[in-house]
């Protein structure tokens, strides 16, 4: 399938999809949003894909946010669509997909660039990257699920001082709070992320797909629950009697 604003590059049990929108800074419009749903579909049906990666074309932005102009004249219903379309479409998908979704932030992640990065399970970000959640300087709130999900990774207190002042929060202050995972030169940052992609695609899928789903719960009172019913059902799956087995017998396991 041939796609307009995305780029998708499968190697070594991993995918790479890139926003391929440079002359906006690869800001997110309504096709783009189709786009990446639309690929993600393909890759969570594809066996040989395990991780995939995220990121945007160049060295300037991962995503510099939604693309205004499609959205100025909107009234409140069609604003509420939109946000709850875009939740349903792929904000919510990327974060509930049963294999695991790294973000590659190569630059400017602001506004619904921050909340797409937030939605995948891991961040990893270039030395040059800022990251923020400028909505309120529109007279807006962050839509695609920004106030919702940075609370969790960073603390309300922070979370509100970002939101609330607009404020761009540079590569090393984002590892710092806990909004990315590691920090790395921009022409490290792929094969980085990379690296780490390929030390996942090694393990139990079947086991991260049950831990992707419990840990999205644990901030409810099904997470306790809903581990002890995974780490069961895990019992009786052939990922864990090859491991089991490979660990008994000296030997790399074979997933």
């Given at each position: 399938?041939?796609?307009?604003?995305?780029?998708?590059?499968?190697?070594?049990?991993?995918?790479?999809?890139?926003?391929?929108?440079?002359?906006?800074?690869n800001a997110?419009?309504?096709?783009?949003?189709?786009?990446?749903?639309?690929?993600?579909?393909?890759?969570?049906?594809?066996?040989?894909?395990?991780?995939?990666?995220?990121?945007?074309?160049?060295?300037?932005?991962?995503?510099?946010?939604?693309?205004?102009?499609?959205?100025?004249?909107?009234?409140?219903?069609?604003?509420?669509?939109?946000?709850?379309?875009?939740?349903?479409?792929?904000?919510?998908?990327?974060?509930?997909?049963?294999?695991?979704?790294?973000?590659?932030?190569?630059?400017?992640?602001?506004?619904?660039?921050?909340?797409?990065?937030?939605?995948?399970?891991?961040?990893?970000?270039?030395?040059?990257?800022?990251?923020?959640?400028?909505?309120?300087?529109?007279?807006?709130?962050?839509?695609?699920?920004?106030?919702?999900?940075?609370?969790?990774l960073v603390?309300?207190?922070?979370?509100?001082?970002?939101?609330?002042?607009a404020k761009?929060?540079?590569?090393?202050?984002?590892?710092?709070?806990?909004?990315?995972?590691?920090?790395?030169?921009?022409?490290?940052?792929?094969?980085?992320?990379?690296?780490?992609?390929?030390?996942?695609?090694?393990?139990?899928?079947?086991?991260?797909?049950?831990?992707?789903?419990?840990?999205?719960?644990?901030?409810?009172?099904?997470?306790?629950?809903?581990?002890?019913?995974?780490?069961?059902?895990?019992?009786?799956?052939?990922?864990?009697?090859?491991?089991?087995?490979?660990?008994?017998?000296?030997?790399?396991?074979?997933?």
């Open positions: 399938m041939t796609y307009e604003n995305i780029l998708l590059k499968k190697e070594e049990k991993i995918a790479v999809i890139t926003i391929n929108r440079p002359e906006s800074l997110l419009n309504a096709l783009t949003i189709k786009e990446i749903s639309s690929v993600l579909d393909e890759l969570q049906s594809d066996d040989e894909v395990r991780v995939i990666i995220l990121t945007g074309s160049g060295e300037k932005s991962f995503v510099a946010g939604a693309d205004i102009k499609e959205f100025s004249n909107f009234n409140q219903e069609k604003a509420e669509e939109l946000a709850r379309n875009g939740q349903n479409i792929l904000f919510d998908k990327i974060e509930n997909l049963s294999k695991p979704v790294i973000a590659a932030v190569n630059g400017f992640a602001l506004g619904g660039g921050l909340e797409l990065a937030m939605s995948c399970h891991i961040r990893y970000a270039s030395e040059n990257a800022k990251l923020g959640l400028p909505e309120v300087t529109l007279g807006l709130i962050p839509g695609y699920g920004g106030t919702q999900r940075l609370p969790k603390g309300k207190g922070i979370a509100n001082e970002m939101i609330f002042s761009m929060v540079p590569a090393q202050k984002a590892k710092e709070i806990g909004l990315v995972n590691e920090v790395f030169p921009i022409e490290e940052l792929l094969s980085k992320t990379q690296e780490l992609a390929k030390i996942i695609a090694h393990n139990s899928p079947m086991a991260i797909s049950k831990a992707i789903k419990a840990t999205n719960l644990s901030d409810t009172d099904k997470g306790f629950e809903t581990e002890i019913k995974f780490f069961g059902e895990l019992f009786d799956m052939k990922d864990k009697q090859e491991g089991v087995s490979a660990f008994l017998e000296k030997r790399k396991p074979n997933f």
